[in-house]
């Protein structure tokens, strides 16, 4: 597993979806911009929000899947 600068186009690259690309993530990465971002932060809340709404939606039941969370 990888993680870290550069991963986002990494993954893209590789044929894998990436929640900041959608419209969504697009969305609330402006509205949480500047925010703190820990463990419980109104942030954290948001995208942990967004990311099971994209799980449940974009992806098959007992498929597997890798999250990566990194600040663009």
Do not use: C, H
Not at 14 to 31: M, P, W, Y
């Amino acid at each position: 597993m990888y993680s870290g600068e550069g991963m986002k186009d990494i993954a893209m690259s590789s044929g894998f979806n990436v929640i900041g690309k959608t419209r969504a993530g697009i969305n609330l990465s402006k509205l949480t911009n500047g925010m703190p971002y820990y463990y419980g932060s109104e942030s954290w809340n948001m995208w942990a929000r967004l990311s099971r709404a994209y799980v449940r939606q974009g992806i098959n039941k007992g498929a597997s899947f890798k999250l990566f969370l990194n600040n663009p």
